[in-house]
């Protein structure tokens, strides 16, 4: 399988919250990412965490991590319609060069 | 937040032709670039590492003859795609890593190429 695997799709309603999965496959994982990426635009860091880390929180969004099971999720709250896009989860290992999902399309609906 | 900066945002060629798609680091300095391939509805696929003042490393299945990459400077990297073909046509986008540890990567708003 792949090295960071995502589900295609996510659709939600208007206000309601958003939470875009990911797992990994390598242990030894250094830093963990979510990017948001809208059409035709390059890839915006929304935040990111080290692996020591369970759970980090940034205004809307929680990024929570199970290291044990090597699942990553980001959590976004009261969800926008400016939040559709497509969102990749990434890592890092001990070379720093991060590795790609294949990205969540979030879809957020009146 | 760093900014990173890609130019031209939007590129026709004609097949054959050479075109080059710079990336700079606004406001911090860059020792390690990346420069990604993305085609529609796809992930992004790794091309090379370009390290400032050596040569790029590039990926399995990369032409490092036909994607040059030059990283002459700190806040620079350049990627040159040379005797360019309908099949390079791609969005391309570049990354710098900020410091040396690598725990901040910040992407550039990518350059759509059109070889026609």
């Known amino acids: 399988g792949e090295d960071v695997e995502q589900s295609l799709f996510l659709s939600v309603r208007e206000g309601d919250s958003s939470v875009i999965n990911c797992t990994y496959t390598d242990s030894s994982s250094t830093y963990l990412y979510w990017y948001k990426q809208e059409p035709g635009a390059g890839l915006q860091l929304l935040t990111y965490?080290?692996?020591?880390?369970d759970m980090k929180q940034d205004q809307r969004l929680t990024v929570l991590l199970n290291k044990k099971d090597k699942h990553l999720s980001l959590r976004i709250a009261d969800t926008q319609t400016g939040d559709s896009a497509i969102y990749f989860c990434?890592?890092?290992?001990?070379?720093?060069?991060?590795?790609f999902g294949r990205g969540t399309s979030l879809i957020v609906h009146p | 937040g760093a900014v990173v900066s890609q130019h031209p945002s939007r590129v026709i060629c004609k097949s054959g032709t050479s075109v080059k798609i710079e990336c700079r680091s606004l406001?911090?300095?860059?020792?390690?670039m990346f420069w990604y391939r993305q085609f529609p509805k796809q992930s992004l696929m790794l091309m090379a590492t370009?390290?400032?003042?050596?040569?790029?490393?590039?990926e399995q299945g990369v032409e490092k003859d036909k994607f040059l990459i030059n990283h002459a400077s700190l806040t620079l990297s350049t990627l040159t795609v040379t005797s360019a073909h309908p099949e390079d046509s791609s969005f391309y986008i570049c990354s710098a890593r900020q410091g040396s540890s690598g725990n901040t990567i910040y992407f550039g708003e990518g350059s759509w190429l059109t070889v026609v």
């Open positions: 965490i080290f692996s020591n880390m």
């Open positions: 370009s390290n400032e003042g050596s040569k790029a490393t590039y």
């Open positions: 990434a890592e890092t290992r001990g070379s720093y060069i991060p590795t």
């Open positions: 406001d911090f300095q860059a020792t390690t």
